[in-house]
């Protein structure tokens, strides 16, 4: 019980992989026919920009997630080390973390990642986006840190216990 990386879900990308090429080809529909008002255009112009910008990102995400596979979360004898698209990764150190809790967001359900000190981690950010997001999830969920288990290749009745189990031995 060392290391465990636990990677994205392969299917969760591909749904949402559909679902953007059915926002485009709804766009592309309404374009398509020519006596349009505005409305219609406007609304055929963002299925197409969101529908096939969302397409694109999710399509390169799924040829990487194939070709390189990276973890979305690693735990090991340091903390939980949460990875992001770009390959940047943030570590959260186990004497740092409290305890787990669970938030629900839109019939969502996010693992809560409780800090001694959750201000201070979000503070500590230095990117300013990244900053105003913690500042968000912690009056959401009370921690800058969650985990949605519904996007992980992991059970999801599994990831709890694990994180506790990891949490004991390590802290």
């Known amino acids: 019980m060392d290391t465990l990386d636990i990677y994205p879900s392969g299917r969760n990308l591909i749904g949402?992989?559909?679902g953007s090429l059915v926002f485009l080809a709804g766009g592309l529909w309404m374009l398509s026919h020519g006596d349009l008002s505005f409305k219609h255009a406007a609304a055929g112009w963002l299925?197409?920009?969101f529908g096939g910008g969302a397409a694109l990102g999710l399509g390169i995400r799924i040829?990487?997630?194939?070709?390189?596979r990276r973890p979305m979360l690693r735990?090991?004898?340091k903390g939980i080390t949460f990875f992001n698209v770009r390959g940047r990764q943030t570590t959260v150190e186990w004497h740092r973390i409290e305890g787990f809790g669970e938030c629900?967001?839109?019939q969502q359900r996010f693992i809560t990642v409780l800090l001694h000190?959750?201000?201070a981690a979000a503070e500590a950010e230095k990117n300013l986006t990244?900053?105003?997001l913690a500042e968000f999830s912690i009056r959401c969920c009370g921690t800058p840190y969650s985990i949605l288990p519904s996007t992980l290749d992991y059970p999801k009745k599994?990831?709890?216990p694990t994180l506790e189990t990891y949490h004991l031995k390590y802290r």
């Open 104 to 106: 629900r967001i839109a």
């Open 158 to 160: 599994r990831l709890l």
């Open 63 to 68: 040829v990487l997630h194939y070709t390189q």
């Open 16 to 18: 949402a992989f559909a």
């Open 117 to 119: 000190d959750a201000e």
């Open 75 to 77: 735990l090991d004898g």
């Open 130 to 132: 990244r900053q105003k």
């Open 47 to 49: 299925g197409v920009l």
